[in-house]
């Protein structure tokens, strides 16, 4: 594999085409922005974290039977994974109350929910990613309602394992964004990462914010937390 032409420069990583025009390599950078690029800063080490961290659950899941665009980690911040078609849309899934979901429903953060929701954001940085449902997905031509169900049952499959993985490390999964995208085939894989960046960690008994929140609302130990959930999945 030989790494190839910049694709795509992202916020958080960035994307380089490969020797086989079916493969990528991502990179993973320390860049973390939030409030939809407002806010922007470096978080020391994150890309290495990051790219651990989604290798291990991106592992996982291939065991239990969940297709990614997972290849292999080729370096500290590289990984090399399928090229794919990628669906226009964020994918929430939520466990418990927080985040934007504090104001929207009016329930305290911490709340559990009885059963998980799944939301879709359109990835457009210059709208701010809104929320969509599946008449805006349909209208915009965005995906099928059969890439929608296949995008959901994946999803909540994604949810329940990761929840069992985390659980027996004292972390409890309270919300989550995941993307897919279409392989050649036109099978729908999960993609992109899952990481404290895109995902909400709590420690299971003190509650403590182990993930990009830190960042976010400048609670300090942003590092040490992203350390903590590395550490916790994989030591
Ligand atoms: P953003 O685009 O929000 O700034 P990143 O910095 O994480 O996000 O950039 C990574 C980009 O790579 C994202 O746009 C993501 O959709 C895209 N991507 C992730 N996995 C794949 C893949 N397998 N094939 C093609 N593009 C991908
Ligand atoms: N999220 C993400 N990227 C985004 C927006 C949200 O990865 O652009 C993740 C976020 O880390 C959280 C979940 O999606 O785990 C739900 O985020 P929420 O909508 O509550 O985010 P907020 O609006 O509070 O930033």
Redesign the pocket.
Known sequence: MTKGNLL?E????S?FETSNPDE?L?YFKDDATAGNGEKHGIIQGKGVMNNKISTFFFKQLKDRGIAT?FIEAVSDREML????D?IKLEIVIRNIVAGSLVKRLGMAEGTPLSVPIIEYDY?SDELGDPMFNRWHIMALNLATINEMNAIEHISLSVNTIMRSILKAKNVDLIDFKL?F?RAKNGEILL???ISPDNCRFWDSETQEKLDKDRFRHDLGGVEEAYQEILNRLTL
Do not use: Q, S
Not at 10 to 13: D, F, L, M, Q, S
Not at 81 to 84: F, H, I, N, P, T
């Open positions: 795509y992202g916020k958080a990583k994307v990528l991502v665009h994974v399928k090229r794919l990628m990835k993307e995208g993609a992109d990462e």
